[in-house]
Antibody, heavy 122, light 115 residues
């Protein structure tokens, strides 16, 4: 059974960079049919896709966040990471990592981490 | 106007059926999209339920009961998650999702209350 686990600071100061890592176990991050993604959920609100990456480093970012987001992959450690720069209170959210499973060009997020709450505050 | 619009809440009785709708913005044709559905319970991450494009192009999540099914109402430009035989454990938030304009887009979610 594949498992994903987010890790990183739970508190980030305004204007600084949020950095999170997702560690994948029970499967390889190097599968050619999979992408890996970050999704966030602000308190009491819905889900927002941040971006996704393939094992080879191909990235897709949500346009409203694109200028501040970098997602990278570390296949040797079976991890992928998120960096979000110039954070404000509006970036306070639970951040989830997830596997984007694709078959015949159709995809869905099938495995999710438990989520990590990141608060932006001084 | 949001790409995907879901009613904020829906209530139904145990044993009854519920149709959760996901309305696509005007100009975004439901027939062209595969709609994925997710269930989220408090304190837990979303769980994939199913995806639906047509009766011949659909996928049920592993372990997801057959009483969860997907469909579309093309005339209303709507995707539908149908849940039959409602159980108390179905009480949760439900989200739809599509790939649109090079981005994964989620609806705002529907809180389903079973009472």
């Amino acid at each position: 059974q594949m498992q994903l686990q987010e890790s990183g600071p739970g508190l980030v100061k305004p204007s600084e960079t949020l950095s999170l890592t997702c560690t994948v176990s029970g499967g390889s991050i190097s599968s050619s049919s999979d992408y890996w993604g970050w999704i966030r959920q602000s308190p009491g609100t819905g889900l927002v896709w941040i971006g996704s990456i393939s094992y080879s480093g191909i990235t897709y970012y949500n346009p409203p966040l694109k200028s501040r987001v970098t997602i990278s992959v570390d296949t040797s450690n079976n991890q992928f990471s998120l960096r979000l720069s110039s954070v404000t209170a509006a970036d306070t959210a639970v951040y989830y990592c997830a596997r984007l499973y694709c078959t015949d060009g159709v995809c869905h997020f099938d495995y999710w981490g438990q989520g990590i709450l990141v608060t932006v505050s001084s | 106007q949001a790409v995907l619009t879901q009613p904020s809440s829906l209530s139904a009785s145990p044993g009854a059926s519920a149709s959760l709708t996901c309305t696509l913005r005007s100009g975004v044709n439901v027939g062209s999209y595969t709609i994925s559905w997710y269930q989220q319970k408090p304190g837990s991450p979303p769980q994939y339920l199913l995806r639906y494009k047509s009766d011949s192009d659909k996928h049920q999540g592993s372990g997801v009961p057959s009483r969860f099914s997907g469909s579309k109402a093309a005339s209303a430009n709507v995707g539908i998650l149908f849940i039959s035989g409602l159980q108390s454990e179905d009480e949760a938030d439900y989200y739809c999702m599509i790939w649109h304009s090079s981005a994964w887009v989620f609806g705002g979610g529907t809180k389903l209350t079973v009472l």
